[in-house]
T-cell receptor, first 114, second 116 residues
Framework: NAGVTQTPKFQVLKTGQSMTLQCAQDMNHNSMYWYRQDPGMGLRLIYYSASEGTTDKGEVPNGYNVSRLNKREFSLRLESAAPSQTSVYFC?????????????FGPGTRLLVL | EDKVVQSPLSLVVHEGDTVTLNCSYEVTNFRSLLWYKQEKKAPTFLFMLTSSGIEKKSGRLSSILDKKELFSILNITATQTGDSAIYLCAVVGIDAGGTSYGKLTFGQGTILTVHP
């Protein structure tokens, strides 16, 4: 069981470039989340998908878009990267968000925007 | 807006010491509080607390919630170098519709370093 996987592990972008971060889970979870982690700020929710076919904004959605491709996959897109988006990005999943199930995190993607 | 504050931000101890990590919160319609341990990569789940005064325990780690005073503590006894990590506290509130959608609000984390 791989759990939650993320690709790539590390990426360097130039300002204005675009990229998509991929996330997949094999636990048959309904809900998926994207967080970013910056030094001294804990993790902040960017977007989440409570169930397949739905997505909603979190605390810091500006500059990002998401796609819940199917039940397994939830991608995060940066259309025009900015240095302020330099961060570590974590994807997470849980069985059923409404019941506050434990969230399981992927290994993270480290993004550097120059 | 939900808010979580952890203290101390960093802590350096020696093996065998006991440490107490603090987490205070402000949240609309509290649902639960969670503790995570983060080593080099992904945060891993430690405890979920929903009821006041009931201690959760796992080996040398324990945690308790005080819903009246709006805080939680995480205790680690007989610390080991493998306990070195960032410890994250997060809370979940319930929105006006009565659902939480699993939206965690995290504190800044406490960086624990255990020296041999």
């Amino acid at each position: 069981n791989a759990g939650v996987t993320q690709t790539p592990k590390f990426q360097v972008l130039k300002t204005g470039q675009s990229m998509t971060l991929q996330c997949a889970q094999d636990m048959n979870h309904n809900s998926m989340y994207w967080y970013r982690q910056d030094p001294g700020m804990g993790l902040r929710l960017i977007y989440y998908s409570a169930s397949e076919g739905t997505t909603d904004k979190g605390e810091v959605p500006n500059g990002y878009n998401v796609s819940r491709l199917n039940k397994r996959e939830f991608s995060l897109r940066l259309e025009s990267a900015a240095p302020s988006q330099t961060s570590v990005y974590f994807c997470a999943s849980s069985q059923q968000a409404r019941v506050q199930e434990t969230q399981y995190f992927g290994p993270g993607t480290r993004l550097l925007v120059l | 807006e939900d808010k979580v504050v952890q203290s101390p931000l960093s802590l350096v101890v020696h093996e065998g010491d006991t440490v107490t990590l603090n987490c205070s919160y402000e949240v609309t319609n509290f649902r639960s509080l969670l503790w995570y341990k983060q080593e080099k990569k992904a945060p891993t789940f430690l405890f979920m607390l929903t009821s006041s005064g009931i201690e959760k325990k796992s080996g040398r780690l324990s945690s308790i919630l005080d819903k009246k005073e709006l805080f939680s503590i995480l205790n680690i006894t007989a610390t080991q170098t493998g306990d070195s990590a960032i410890y994250l506290c997060a809370v979940v509130g319930i929105d006006a519709g009565g659902t939480s959608y699993g939206k965690l609000t995290f504190g800044q984390g406490t960086i624990l370093t255990v020296h041999p």
